[in-house]
């Protein structure tokens, strides 16, 4: 079992920056794979970016060239640099680990969640 521990959310205005982090623990095989999912209201979940232990990353295609997903294995840490911010990216992000790319969400683990709102 991985326990995931975001933190970094908050209230930034269009155009700003804003950095999540998100500190997994547990079997480090559970999450070979880190990654940034949202929620908007009334939408469904959406991948944002992955991460593969080696550095490999995945992104939607809304957020390619101002979001930046890194992480730090050595902490177990996955970061989320949010640059160049919308009204639109506003939800509450999910931090998720899984063991593969094709491991389904619905079996991987899952953070708290942590809101980011965007104001105009």
């Known amino acids: 079992q991985v326990q995931l521990v975001e933190s970094g959310g908050g209230l930034v205005q269009a155009g700003g920056s804003l950095r999540l982090s998100c500190t997994a623990s547990?079997?480090?095989?559970?999450?070979?794979?880190m990654g940034w999912y949202r929620q908007a209201p009334g939408k469904q979940r959406e991948l944002v970016a992955g991460?593969?232990?080696?550095?490999?990353?995945n992104y939607a295609d809304s957020v390619k060239g101002r979001f930046t997903i890194s992480r730090d294995n050595a902490k177990n840490t996955a970061y989320l640099q949010m640059n160049s911010v919308k009204p639109e990216d506003t939800a509450v992000y999910y931090c998720n680990a899984k063991p593969s790319w094709t491991t389904s969400p619905s079996v991987s683990s899952w953070g708290q969640g942590t809101q980011v709102t965007v104001s105009s």
């Open positions: 991460i593969s232990s080696v550095g490999r990353t």
């Open positions: 547990g079997s480090i095989f559970s999450f070979n794979i």
